[in-house]
C-alpha cells in the first residue's frame, strides 16, 4: 500500500539499512547527524549529505556543515539520491531536505525494498496546497509519516530508468540508430535488486 500523498511538498530523510532506526524529524540535522554516524560507526565527519539545492535549504545546508558532514547539492532527483543511501558504492549517506510529496512515497516505497529508512513531513506552501492535502485526507499537516506510512506490504516493487546520470543509475546515451538505459529493479519479497543495462534499436518495433 502506498500512501495517497497530495500534489505539495515534503520534508524528507533517508538513509540506508546501515542506519535503520537512527532518524527523527522532529529532532535537529546536527541531532540525526549523530545518531546516524553512531549507528553506521562512524564519525559525522564522514557522512555525505545530499540536498536539493535550492535557497530555501540555505539554513539546513549552514546545519548540516556546522555539524560536520560533507555535503553535496544535486539539482534534481531526490529519489535517485534517496535510494542511492542504500548503495554504499554511491558515497551517499543520507538525504535531507524538501522535494515533492509523491517523489516521497515513491523513495519510501524502494528504500522499504533494500531495508533502508525514511520519514516525511508535509511541507504545503500555501492556502491552496493546505486545501488540496485536506482533500486527500490529511488531517494532522505537521504529522511525521515514518517509512511505513508511506509505503507497506510484502508485495512492493520498483523500478526506474535513468534519464540524465545520478548516483545510482547512468542516464540514456544516444548512438546512431539507438540507445543505451540504465536500469534498476527492486523487489521487497525476495529482496532482490537487478540493474539492467539495455541497448535498444530504433529501427525495431518495441514489443510488450
Given amino acids: 500500500a502506498l500512501f495517497g500523498a497530495p500534489d505539495t511538498y515534503m520534508e524528507k530523510i533517508a538513509v540506508g539499512p546501515r542506519a535503520k532506526g537512527a532518524v527523527d524529524l522532529t529532532l535537529s540535522p546536527a541531532e540525526n547527524l549523530e545518531n546516524i554516524a553512531k549507528a553506521k560507526k562512524c564519525y559525522v565527519e564522514d557522512l555525505t549529505v545530499v540536498i536539493l539545492d535550492r535557497p530555501a535549504h540555505a539554513e539546513l545546508v549552514r546545519s548540516v556543515r556546522e555539524a560536520g558532514a560533507r555535503i553535496k547539492l544535486i539539482q534534481d532527483g531526490d529519489v535517485s539520491a534517496a535510494i542511492a543511501t542504500a548503495f554504499p558504492e554511491t558515497g551517499v549517506d543520507v538525504l535531507m531536505g524538501v522535494g515533492g510529496a509523491p517523489e516521497g512515497v515513491l523513495a519510501?516505497?524502494?528504500?522499504?525494498?533494500?531495508?533502508?529508512?525514511?520519514?516525511?513531513?508535509?511541507?504545503?506552501?500555501?492556502?491552496?496546497?493546505?486545501?488540496?492535502?485536506?482533500?486527500?485526507?490529511?488531517?494532522?499537516?505537521?504529522?511525521?509519516?515514518?517509512?511505513?506510512?508511506?509505503?507497506?506490504?510484502?508485495?512492493?516493487?520498483?523500478?526506474?530508468?535513468?534519464?540524465?546520470?545520478?548516483?545510482?543509475?547512468?542516464?540514456?546515451?544516444?548512438?546512431?540508430?539507438?540507445?543505451?538505459?540504465?536500469?534498476?529493479?527492486?523487489?521487497?519479497?525476495?529482496?532482490?535488486?537487478?540493474?539492467?543495462?539495455?541497448?535498444?534499436?530504433?529501427?525495431?518495433?518495441?514489443?510488450?
Avoid: W
Fill in 108 to 208: 519510501a516505497a524502494a528504500l522499504q525494498c533494500l531495508g533502508g529508512d525514511m520519514q516525511g513531513r508535509l511541507r504545503p506552501r500555501n492556502d491552496a496546497e493546505i486545501e488540496r492535502a485536506r482533500r486527500a485526507g490529511v488531517k494532522e499537516l505537521d504529522r511525521v509519516y515514518r517509512i511505513g506510512d508511506l509505503a507497506s506490504g510484502n508485495e512492493l516493487m520498483f523500478a526506474a530508468t535513468g534519464v540524465t546520470d545520478g548516483d545510482l543509475l547512468r542516464g540514456v546515451r544516444f548512438f546512431g540508430g539507438g540507445a543505451r538505459t540504465h536500469s534498476v529493479v527492486i523487489r521487497r519479497r525476495s529482496g532482490t535488486t537487478r540493474f539492467i543495462e539495455a541497448t535498444h534499436r530504433f529501427d525495431r518495433r518495441p514489443v510488450y
